[in-house]
């Protein structure tokens, strides 16, 4: 058994040819595509978060209207960029999100990607302390807001309060028990898989790793999860790590499908340059029923992983993308033993 959900990037544009041609379009189908792919039987809806572009950002609200208007599907994010953040902000944020969610929020976090301006996190307010980097920064800013999300107390209580407070320090609220555990590190590379596992949060990749090694991708990630749970045992965490991966996966059973995908079927990895340094990329899984679960059974890190994020198209629209959803449900997860 494998969880499947989607990850949506939540582009949106004006042009004619998008579905999706405003924020509020992208917002308000995020949360049908989540209710969508609910009654379809998938197990979770996240999405991504980008500063300074067309896309969702703020990702707190919709995490919280979404799980309003859904009770089983698990909601999260891939990833919030941790270099933009407030950690005490953000754990309230968290804490109200995942109780209106009734503890269904799966949060992926990191140092973040490439955006669209340069040192965005400088407008927000943050920089980095002297002698340190942005990654530092972002890795701080992740080691405040685990602490604080876990309920103990840390603020010394004000002796003339305007309303009675419980005794000793005081802890931020909402708390939300078990959040802490629900927290995923997206790594782009072996050794910050390892690093993830030391710090107990599970362990999210994507369709992209900052390193290059000369084997397939697949391989690549393989050896990343491997690094991870090694990582996890000797650290002596009590509970199972969870790990995830990104794919897009286009099953092609309509006409349409062929229209918008079928020139992928030869998709092959790449490698490039991603922050100055080379990167693999993952290939595109499009193509006849048949033909994806041969090619998806030899993929080693989806094997090794407990959970798989489809990538979705967005501006596609609600109904497309839910299609697509529903069409690995039904035609690849039985075949491979997903479900």
């Known amino acids: 058994m494998k969880k499947i959900g989607f990850l949506s990037f939540g582009h949106w544009t004006p042009s004619p040819h998008s579905q999706t041609r ?4 992208a917002l308000l189908q995020s949360i049908d595509l989540a209710v969508a792919a609910e009654e379809l039987g998938a ?15 703020s990702p707190f609200p919709l995490l919280a209207a979404a799980g309003a208007r859904t009770s089983r599907i698990e909601l999260g994010t891939g990833v919030i960029d ?8 953000m754990a309230e944020d968290a804490g109200a999100a995942d109780l209106i969610a009734g503890g269904r929020l799966q949060l992926g976090i990191s140092r973040g990607s490439p955006e669209q301006v340069i040192d965005g996190f400088r407008y927000f307010g943050y920089s980095p302390a002297e002698g340190a980097d942005h990654a530092a920064m972002a890795r701080e800013h992740t080691e405040v807001f685990l602490q604080v999300i876990t ?17 000793g320090l005081l802890p ?3 708390h939300s028990p078990g959040l802490r555990d629900r927290i995923w590190w997206g790594a782009g590379s072996r050794a910050t898989a390892e690093w993830t596992a030391q710090q107990g949060m599970n362990l999210m990749s994507s369709t992209l790793l900052t390193e290059d090694t000369g084997v397939p991708f697949h391989q690549l990630q393989a050896e990343q999860i491997q690094r991870f749970r090694d990582a ?13 991966v ?19 079927a030869g998709s092959r990895d790449q490698v490039g340059f991603l922050d100055g340094g080379t990167a693999r990329f993952g290939k595109t899984y499009a193509g006849e029923p048949e033909e994806l679960v041969a090619s998806l059974a030899q993929d080693e890190a989806i094997a090794a992983a407990d959970t798989l ?24 997860a039985p075949e491979l033993g997903w479900r």
């Open 82 to 89: 941790m270099r933009y953040e407030n950690p005490l902000y």
């Open 151 to 167: 309920g103990e107390g840390f603020a010394e209580p004000n002796p003339r309060p305007m309303f009675p407070n419980p005794p």
């Open 172 to 174: 931020l609220e909402p």
């Open 246 to 264: 990104s794919r897009s996966v286009f099953p092609v059973v309509t006409d349409t499908d062929r229209a918008y995908f079928g020139r992928e």
């Open 309 to 332: 994020l489809l990538t979705v198209p967005n501006q596609l629209g609600v109904d497309y993308n839910a299609h697509v959803i529903d069409s690995v449900l039904r035609h690849l």
């Open 22 to 25: 405003s924020a509020a379009d």
């Open 43 to 57: 197990d979770g809806a996240y999405f991504r978060v980008h500063h300074f572009a067309r896309q969702l950002a």
């Open 232 to 244: 996890w045992k000797a650290a002596g965490h009590e509970r199972e790590p969870r790990v995830s």
